[in-house]
């Protein structure tokens, strides 16, 4: 296990709870046992135990992966798999919490922090951006990039779309079926996907829709969780981050926390404690942990170049290719059991953000 001091003297968040242990029970058609597939944890990142690598991005120009920390932000060479950079306040950070990253068309880098604004980077020039340059918050959570350009920033108070001509933004709040935005995706036909606490909405470029646990979104609650209006990783008091360390053990179907829209233009949602929907354009189908996904919590999803599915989870990490699901957690390497980042890679190698580190998947 590679070992790295992050951000020496930046203040981490602790929490002393326990994580949730790995789902190890095999489900129907699961595949749970990593001999039985060549893919395994080849390396971890040891960013400290109290740090959370929060999201990932990957930069094709340099072939490097972005990190955001609850410390701060590392670039690691994927050539060689060692860190080649680190950034905090000190070097231009607009806060050290970093909940997003994007790598857009022209190679800048943007950074959505919690409580800060949003940070862009490219070439050693920082630029900062607040709710007074037109930013709907300061609490940022995910971006995506239309083909003309155009960025579209997930906040705490609705989403923004920004130009780089003229540096403009537009809020869009009442629009959406829950102005808390924590994911983001954009289909074949340009329409922007919003994964929100209180569904998904979608807009495609003139008209708005909405779907939510009545329309079929995420499963029943298998466990007979506690429902909750509020089991996000934030909460209704935004400067307190004692409850953005694990996730409750509560149930919100309508809570989605990531989006991924594939290759064949399906919509994934990830929500609170009712797994992952599907939607194909005209439902929802759902998966949880008696389907043989990790976690019910899903704060993560990416999809892989032979069309395999990865989920992120608070009990694990989850590939599934449309028959099998394999699910990997601390025992078979991996920094932690809650998996909140998933990024790709163009060699294929799969890289996920825990609590603890950053692990690096491959074949």
């Not at 490097?64 to 950079?85: A, C, F, H, K």
């Not at 940022?140 to 540096?167: C, H, K, M, V």
């Not at 429902?227 to 996000?232: D, F, I, K, L, Q």
Request: proline share 2%.
């Amino acid at each position: 296990m590679a070992s790295i001091l992050l951000l020496v003297g930046a203040c981490s968040d602790s929490n002393n709870s326990s994580e949730a242990p790995v789902n190890t029970a095999p489900a129907k058609s699961t595949s749970s046992s990593i001999e039985q597939s060549p893919l395994r944890v080849l390396n971890t990142f040891n960013i400290g135990k109290d740090a959370y690598a929060r999201s990932l991005a990957f930069d094709k120009q340099k072939n490097s992966l972005w990190v955001g920390t609850s410390l701060g932000v590392m670039e690691i060479d994927l050539q060689n798999s060692q860190p080649i950079n680190t950034f905090t306040r000190d070097h231009g950070l607009a806060n050290e919490y970093v909940f997003a990253i994007f790598v857009d068309s022209k190679g800048y880098k943007w950074f959505g922090t919690n409580g800060g604004g949003v940070s862009r980077y490219r070439d050693g020039e920082w630029k900062t951006f607040f709710p007074m340059h037109g930013l709907a918050d300061y609490w940022i959570y995910a971006f995506t990039e239309q083909p003309d350009g155009g960025l579209w920033i997930g906040t705490w108070a609705g989403a923004n779309f920004y130009r780089s001509e003229g540096e403009q933004f537009t809020t869009y709040v009442k629009e959406l079926i829950n102005e808390w935005v924590y994911g983001l995706g954009i289909d074949s036909k340009e329409r922007i996907w919003f994964g929100t606490e209180g569904g998904v909405s979608m807009f495609d470029g003139q008209q708005w829709q909405e779907w939510n646990h009545q329309d079929g979104l995420g499963a029943e609650n298998a466990n007979n969780l506690s429902p909750s209006t509020n089991t996000g990783l934030g909460t209704r008091s935004r400067h307190d981050l004692s409850t953005l360390q694990l996730g409750n053990n509560t149930y919100n179907p309508n809570y989605v926390f990531s989006i991924l829209v594939d290759d064949k233009d399906d919509v994934w949602a990830g929500t609170w404690g009712g797994g992952v929907g599907r939607f194909d354009g005209s439902q929802w189908k759902n998966f949880n942990s008696k389907d043989g996904l990790a976690g019910n919590i899903v704060y993560s999803i990416a999809q892989d170049k032979e069309g395999a599915y990865w989920f992120g989870t608070d009990g694990g990490l989850s590939r599934y290719d449309g028959q099998q699901w394999q699910n990997f957690g601390a025992k078979d390497g991996l920094a932690g059991t809650h998996v909140y980042a998933i990024q790709v890679t163009d060699s294929g190698e799969v890289w996920v953000g825990t609590k603890g580190g950053v692990s690096q998947l491959g074949r």
